[in-house]
């Protein structure tokens, strides 16, 4: 089993930047993949960013490319995520995800955390 906190959401307005973090606890030790997902009311849920178990690989929305990287720090079992140029349709509350796979299918992941809402502001 692994847990999932994510931490970092907030009100931001566009243009701006914000860190998302998840931080992983219990069966770490096993090499996972962590993806980000978002979803918005009304909206199925939508694949944002991932990271390879070992960090070397790592695969973005086109939504997102170019302005959102995804980075994982070992010693702290936690994968940021660093929204920049931030839009307003990237409101949205932001899950993390780990699975086996590097993956952008939601059914490709087992465990999930509670979510982190972010809001943008014209």
């Known amino acids: 089993q692994v847990q999932l906190v994510e931490s970092g959401g907030g009100s931001v307005q566009a243009g701006g930047s914000l860190r998302l973090s998840c931080v992983a606890s219990?069966?770490?030790?096993?090499?996972?993949?962590v993806g980000w997902f978002r979803r918005t009311p009304g909206k199925k849920r939508e694949f944002v960013a991932a990271v390879s178990w070992n960090g070397g690989g790592t695969y973005y929305a086109d939504s997102v490319k170019g302005r959102f990287i995804i980075s994982r720090d070992f010693a702290k079992d936690t994968v940021y995520l660093y929204m920049n140029t931030v839009k307003l349709e990237d409101a949205a509350v932001y899950y993390c995800?780990?699975?086996?796979?590097?993956?952008?299918?939601?059914?490709?992941?087992?465990?999930w955390g509670q979510g982190t809402p972010v809001t943008v502001s014209s």
């Open positions: 219990g069966r770490t030790r096993t090499g996972y993949a």
């Open positions: 995800a780990a699975g086996q796979a590097n993956t952008d299918r939601d059914d490709e992941y087992d465990y």
